[in-house]
C-alpha cells in the first residue's frame, strides 16, 4: 500500500473477499506492506496484489509472514496480479536470488548477445516466449505473430550467441533462469 487511503481500500477488499467485517482482521503495516491475520487467505481480491502465506499457528507467525514477503516481492517483480502463494511460484523467487551468481552467468552467456544489435532484443523475447511456451514453435510464432522458421531462426541464434545449447538440461535451465531475472 503507497499510502493510507491504498491501505484502506486493501483491507476492505480483502474482508469483502473473506465475506468478514473488515474489523475482524488483524492489521499490521511493515512499510509499504500490509500484513493480515485471517481465518483463512481469500481466492481472489480484485484490483489487487495479495500474497498469502501458509496457516500457521500463532507462534510460528513471522515464518508465515516471511513466506508471504518473498512471494509479494516475487510477484510484483514479474508483474502478476491476484491472490499468489510462495509454494505457488515455482523457481520464481530462486532467479531473484544469488546476484553474484547471476552476474558471473550473464556476463559468460549473455554478453554476446546484448552486443549482437538490434535483433538482440527480438532474439532474447522470442527465446523467454519459447522457454515459457514449453518449446512449441508453433504456439510461440502465433504469440509473436511471426512465422515459424522466424522463431526457429532467433532461437539458434540466441543458441550461437550465447553458447547454450537448449537440448541440455542444465543449459535450459540456466537459460530460463537468465533471461527470466533479467526481465525482472
Known sequence: AANDADAEALRLAVAGALRLPADRLLLARVGTVLGFIAPRAPDSVAGHLVAAGPALPLDRLGTGFGEAVLA???????AMSGVVRLSGLGPRPLVLADPLTADSLSARHLSALDGAGRSSDEIERTTRVYLECDQDVREVARRLAV????VRYRVSRFQ???DLNLRRTEDLVTSWWLLNRRRA
Open 72 to 78: 509479494l516481492e516475487t510477484a510484483r517483480q514479474f
Open 147 to 150: 512465422h515459424p522458421n522466424t
Open 160 to 162: 550461437e550467441l550465447t
